[in-house]
């Protein structure tokens, strides 16, 4: 079946600009993680949904960072005022439900570059 | 604070030369411990979850270890196919996120 989908795959954009990016879970999961993960670095937790609630927002680096999801399915995630140490490819993944031991399955991510 | 960490950072072999990665963590009660391949440009793929210390899982030359304070990827008689880097992560008995080590980059030469 599908896997987790993002769009865009690059997106390029001026510093201080906004961007929205969009990931579409595997059907029927109901947790959805985001997590961003920088050149040479590891992946960094952002935030995930157990159905349209956050539980656990606490990885956004800052207030320019939000997300939401509706109808338990697609997600976005919205940088404000983009910085270039925004620069990196976001990730976003699946699980069937959270506070289980279900693996999470990735999309292949956003490479966002500030410019 | 959970933390976990990979080495080598990088490792190179031959091909059918067979060889460990390590991954050793920090984590208050573990819910689960999760090993990912990430090829260039792509997501990681999840390969296994161990959830006890003596829990072994094995996939085509790959076979996962685990003890109370770190796990071992073990490749047998790699080919070039298995480079990639690889990724281990824990979650914790008392959350849901994953937090994962800087993995290991494996290149695996003909």
């Known amino acids: 079946g599908a896997g987790v989908s993002q769009s865009p795959s690059n997106k390029v954009t001026e510093k201080g600009k906004d961007v929205e990016l969009r990931c579409d879970p595997i059907s029927g999961h109901t947790a959805l993680y985001w997590y961003r993960q920088s050149l040479g670095q590891g992946l960094e937790f952002l935030i995930y949904f157990q159905g349209n609630s956050a539980p656990d927002k606490s990885g956004l680096p800052s207030d320019r960072f939000s997300a939401e999801r509706t109808g338990g399915s697609v997600s976005t995630l919205t940088i404000q005022r983009t910085q270039q140490e925004d620069s990196a490819v976001y990730l976003c993944?699946?699980?069937?439900?959270?506070?289980?031991?279900?693996?999470?399955?990735f999309g292949n991510g956003t490479r966002l570059t500030v410019t | 604070e959970d933390q976990v960490t990979q080495s080598p950072e990088a490792l190179r072999l031959q091909e059918g030369e067979s060889s460990s990665l390590n991954c050793s963590y920090t984590?208050?009660?573990?819910?689960?411990l999760f090993w990912y391949r990430q090829d260039p440009g792509k997501g990681p793929e999840f390969l296994f979850t161990?959830?006890?210390a003596g829990e072994e899982k094995e996939k085509e030359r790959l076979k996962a270890t685990l003890t109370k304070k770190e796990s071992f990827l073990h490749i047998t008689a790699p080919k070039p196919e298995d480079s990639a880097t690889y990724l281990c992560a824990v979650q914790e008995t008392s959350g849901s996120r994953l937090t994962f080590g800087e993995g290991t980059q494996l290149t695996v030469n003909p």
């Open positions: 993944a699946s699980s069937l439900v959270a506070l289980d031991n279900s693996p999470l399955h």
């Open positions: 984590v208050s009660g573990l819910r689960g």
């Open positions: 161990l959830y006890s």
